[in-house]
C-alpha cells in the first residue's frame, strides 16, 4: 500500500537557521507530490507542489522542495527560517493508485 | 469569495449518539473528502465523493458515512459516536486533484465523544 514517511516529528530552530524537512514516500509509479502548511489555529494550506518538470519547486514564502526520484523522497527546504514559519508541516502524494495520502506531520517550532 | 465551511467548529457529545458534521463548499468542486488529523497519525482519509450521488470508503471509514446528494455539500455522520473519534474533523474539496493539484480544506471540526 501506498505510504508517506516524515521522519522528523518535532523540530526546533532559532531564526534564520536553515531547514530541511524529510519526506519519503513508497510508490513505484508516478506520483504528484505535495508540502501542505498549518499554521496555529487555522486550516491547511498549500505550500507547493511537484506534478512533472524540474524537480526543484518553488513555493510561497521562500519554501522549495526537491523531488528525488531515486530515493522516493521530496524533501522541503527554506534557507533561513522566520519565527512566522511556527506551523505543522504535512507531505502528501497523490498517485493513480490512491487518492491523496498525508504523512504523519511535522512540528516545526522556531526560537526567536 | 468562494469558501468551504465546517459546522460545528466544536462538538462535545457522548458515547452512542449519532453526530454529524456538516460540510458546504461553494467553490462548485466536484471532488469532496473528510479527514480526521490525530497526534502522530497526521490526516487520515475516512469518505471521499467524486460527485453527486457517488461516495467512497477511505482509510478509516468504519463507523462514519457520507451522503452526496448535492454538488455543496458532503455530511460525515458518525452513526453511534465512540472516544476512539475524539478527533479534529476536516473537510476539503478540490477541482481536480491532477489539474489543479490543490485541496481546499475547511476550518476543522474538534469533536469530543465522552
Known amino acids: 500500500a501506498q505510504s508517506v514517511s516524515q521522519h522528523n516529528h518535532h523540530v526546533i530552530l532559532s531564526e534564520a537557521a536553515s531547514l530541511e524537512l524529510g519526506c519519503n514516500y513508497s510508490?513505484?509509479?508516478?506520483?504528484?507530490l505535495f508540502w501542505y502548511v498549518q499554521y496555529p489555529g487555522q486550516h491547511l494550506q498549500l505550500l507547493l507542489k511537484?506534478?512533472?518538470?524540474?524537480?526543484l519547486v518553488k513555493g510561497i514564502k521562500g519554501f522549495e522542495a526537491e523531488f528525488i526520484k531515486s530515493k522516493f523522497s521530496f524533501n522541503l527546504r527554506k534557507p533561513s527560517v522566520q519565527w512566522s514559519d511556527t506551523a505543522e508541516y504535512f507531505c502528501?502524494?497523490?498517485?493513480?493508485?490512491?487518492?491523496?495520502?498525508f504523512g504523519s506531520g511535522t512540528r516545526l517550532s522556531i526560537r526567536p | 469569495d468562494a469558501e468551504i465551511t465546517q459546522s460545528p467548529r466544536h462538538k462535545i457529545t457522548e458515547t452512542g449518539r449519532q453526530v454529524t458534521l456538516a460540510c458546504h463548499q461553494t467553490?462548485?468542486?466536484?471532488?469532496m473528502f473528510w479527514y480526521r488529523q490525530d497526534l502522530g497519525h497526521g490526516l487520515r482519509l475516512i469518505h471521499y465523493?467524486?460527485?453527486?450521488?457517488?461516495?467512497n470508503k477511505g482509510e478509516v471509514s468504519d463507523g462514519y458515512s457520507v451522503s452526496r446528494s448535492n454538488t455543496e455539500d458532503l455530511p460525515l455522520t458518525l452513526e453511534s459516536a465512540a472516544s476512539s473519534q475524539t478527533s479534529v474533523y476536516f473537510c476539503?474539496?478540490?477541482?481536480?486533484?491532477?489539474?489543479?493539484?490543490?485541496?481546499?480544506f475547511g476550518e476543522g471540526s474538534r469533536l469530543t465523544v465522552l
Open positions: 511537484y506534478f512533472s518538470g524540474d524537480p
Open positions: 465523493s467524486y460527485g453527486v450521488q457517488d461516495t
Open positions: 467553490w462548485n468542486h466536484n471532488n
Open positions: 510508490y513505484g509509479g508516478t506520483v504528484n
Open positions: 476539503a474539496s478540490s477541482e481536480s486533484v491532477t489539474t489543479t493539484g490543490e485541496l481546499f
Open positions: 502528501a502524494v497523490h498517485s493513480s493508485a490512491s487518492k491523496i495520502i
